[in-house]
């Protein structure tokens, strides 16, 4: 804070500074060579700083000191605003075990989940979202932020393969609502994406559930898939033909995810095509929001266009003197 005030923009005063330098480079004629030569005579009385030219120095001086200060915009602060804002934190716990490779959703199980997702976030202007991603492992992709450019972004890196080729539905229910507990938002919401069953993990799928709904946490369970004659790409033949094997491990475990939702307050869906896909989603984006109260977005009085005026007036005054009292040749 100088002379009171805050500045938004202190670096962009040296714009200021510059034109004052270019500004004294011509009121004392740096660069100028004499084109008019008269009698001596002519300079008696005339040497010396002038009380006109003193004046328009200082009037130029301060013009640039305010155009300066205009520049880095000073304002002061009035208070905070108070707001309601409508929030859901919704975080999505996406599975990303080798199962999810299968074909029935084209061109994939996880590629139409990473698009239906993309799709929810352009839906939810309002909402933070986050990114947890689980196999064998747990990771939080992304952390719930309003930012849902970012959250875009990060959906292209869900990937099959460096977190294992288990299922650990459990720990990332556990990791989502240990994420989600910090939040200021009332409705806190996980949706879980999983085409498979929990066989991996300190944490069992039911005790995350339990541990949500002490949190107040809903879960929404979607299980993707559905076909049990699903096949998973597994390479190509000698003569380039595309090779596909049984699923391992078999179907997903419905009761298991019935059970989540059940015990959290939320709801169970299956998904077993790209269109049914898109209606849960949309089904879960209609989901109440709750107004909170948001303090902390600062309001202030702007005060460049005084220093702008000011600056502006000195310098026509300045000028004005070198001109018509001065009698300078430009």
């Not at 030219?53 to 301060?62: E, K, P, Q, R, T």
């Amino acid at each position: 804070m100088i002379l009171g005030y805050d500045f938004a923009n202190p670096s962009l005063t040296v714009f200021g500074l510059l034109g004052f330098t270019f500004w004294l480079l011509d009121f004392f004629k740096v660069f100028k060579k004499a084109e008019l030569k008269l009698p001596a005579a002519f300079f008696r009385g005339r040497t010396g700083f002038s009380s006109s030219a003193l004046l328009a120095f200082i009037l130029g001086v301060l013009a640039w000191i305010c155009i300066s200060i205009s520049i880095g915009q000073p304002r002061k602060p009035l208070g905070h605003a108070e707001a309601e804002k409508e929030l859901n934190d919704i975080y999505f716990v996406v599975d990303v075990s080798r199962s999810m490779l299968a074909s029935d959703f084209p061109p994939n199980r996880l590629e139409a989940a990473k698009d239906r997702i993309r799709n929810f976030v352009s839906l939810s202007p309002v909402d933070r979202i986050g990114i947890v991603m689980f196999a064998d492992k747990v990771f939080t992709l992304i952390p719930a932020t309003v930012d849902l450019e970012l959250v875009k972004q990060s959906v292209d890196q869900i990937r099959i393969g460096f977190l294992g080729n288990g299922t650990n539905i459990g720990d990332a229910l556990g990791l989502a609502v240990a994420r989600s507990v910090t939040s200021i938002a009332e409705n806190k919401t996980i949706v879980l994406l999983t085409d498979g069953a929990s066989n991996v993990g300190l944490l069992s799928p039911v005790q995350a559930a339990e541990k949500a709904r002490e949190k107040k946490i809903k879960v929404y369970t979607i299980g993707i898939g559905g076909d049990k004659d699903a096949k998973l790409p597994t390479g190509r033949d000698m003569f380039g033909n595309q090779q596909y094997q049984n699923i391992p491990g078999g179907s997903m475990d419905f009761e298991t995810l019935n059970k989540i939702a059940e015990i959290s307050g939320g709801k169970s869906f299956v998904a077993s095509n790209s269109e049914a896909l898109d209606n849960v989603l949309q089904e879960i984006n209609k989901l109440e929001r709750k107004k909170i109260e948001i303090s902390g977005r600062v309001i202030y009085q702007e005060f460049y266009w005084y220093f702008l005026l000011m600056g502006a007036l000195f310098l026509v005054v300045s000028e004005s003197i070198r001109v018509f009292i001065k009698r300078e040749v430009y």
